[in-house]
Structure formats: C-alpha cells, structure tokens
C-alpha cells in the first residue's frame, strides 16, 4: 500500500508512507494483521509496527467495519509511543466498482496513568475497485491532535492511496 498525503490547499506534501501488512481471515467477517508502516514526514522518518483486529458485518449495499489496532510508533530507532486506536467505517457500494465511505477513529495513548485520549479523525472518501486486485481511494480527513493542550491542532487533509493484494 502507497498513500499520499496533502496539506495547505493540495500545495504541499504531509506525509507518504508505504505498508506492507500480513492478514490472516480467522472466519468471514473477522481479520487478524500485522502491518509495518515507513514514513516520511516532510524532515522526520517515523516506522509503525501494528496489531489490528477487524470485524466487518454487511446488509447490501451497506457494510459497517470496526477496527481496534495496538501500535507503537519508532523514530530513529527509539520508541516514541505506543497507541490504541479504534476506527468504525461505514461503506455504501455505488456500483461493481465504486464505494463511498465515511469513518471516524479515536486514538488513546497506551500505558499512561489515565490512557488519555491523543486524537480523533473524522474521513470521508470513496474506494475505487481497479482491475487485478488493485484499488484507488481519495479521502479528506478532519483530525484534532494532542487532545491533552489547550489548544488542540487541528488538521486538514486531502489523500490519495494506492493499493494492491497479493
């Protein structure tokens, strides 16, 4: 999986990062995988290394799908955090090929005193099915970091990922 992200009205580079991730089907519906992640943030190179469970349940056209994910984030070979983040994804299949989606993710910070809430992200996009087990999808992100300052960042984003299964 490739991913771009953009900020400042579409005129600058957030974030790429590539991952590649090993899912393993317990039963229809529910998935284990252990993704790694490398990415580039404009001077920084951060990695993620992930445990994630997903559960998807679908009435056509519709499908809901919770995600909880263990993630602990490196930076020049150091632990800078360790994270719990639970995402719900709500899909709406358009036609064969198109899928719009919305989803909102929390994150809490992971053995802290109080697991504090870190983040929150609101996203909104579509998924694009391409041919031999290829995808496209464009999204916006609405997301509030360091939810423990007074002051909360607030961040906007426009994407484009790429992806592919083996």
Same mark, same amino acid.
């Given at each position: 999986?490739?991913?771009?992200?953009?900020?400042?009205?579409?005129?600058?580079?957030?974030?790429?990062?590539?991952?590649?991730?090993?899912?393993y089907?317990?039963?229809?519906?529910?998935?284990?995988?252990?993704?790694?992640r490398?990415?580039?943030?404009?001077?920084?190179?951060?990695q993620?290394?992930s445990?994630s469970?997903?559960? $998807?349940?679908? +009435? &056509?056209?519709?499908? =809901?799908?919770?995600?909880?994910? *263990?993630?602990? !984030?490196?930076?020049k070979?150091?632990?800078?955090?360790?994270?719990?983040?639970?995402?719900?994804?709500i899909?709406?299949?358009?036609?064969k090929?198109i899928?719009?989606?919305f989803?909102?993710?929390?994150?809490?910070?992971?053995?802290?005193?109080?697991?504090q809430?870190?983040e929150?992200?609101?996203?909104?996009?579509?998924?694009?099915?391409?041919?031999? $087990?290829?995808? +496209? &999808?464009?999204?916006y =992100?609405y997301?509030?970091?360091? *939810?423990?300052? !007074?002051?909360?960042?607030?961040?906007?984003?426009?994407?484009i990922?790429?992806?592919?299964?083996?």
């Open positions: 999986e490739q991913e771009l992200r953009l900020k400042d009205q579409l005129s600058t580079i957030s974030q790429t990062f590539s991952e590649v991730s090993l899912s089907k317990v039963f229809n519906g529910l998935n284990i995988s252990i993704p790694y490398y990415a580039v943030f404009g001077d920084k190179i951060k993620k290394k445990l469970v997903t559960y $998807k349940y679908g +009435i &056509k056209p519709i499908s =809901i799908k919770y995600r909880t994910k *263990l993630q602990r !984030i490196y930076e070979g150091e632990s800078l955090e360790d994270l719990v983040r639970n995402k719900i994804t899909k709406y299949k358009l036609s090929i899928e719009p989606f989803s909102g993710e929390i994150f809490h910070q992971f053995n802290t005193d109080d697991d809430l870190d929150h992200r609101v996203s909104i996009g579509m998924a694009i099915d391409l041919p031999k $087990k290829k995808s +496209i &999808k464009i999204f =992100i997301k509030k970091e360091d *939810l423990t300052k !007074i002051n909360p960042d607030k961040i906007i984003v426009f994407g990922n790429f992806k592919f299964n083996l």
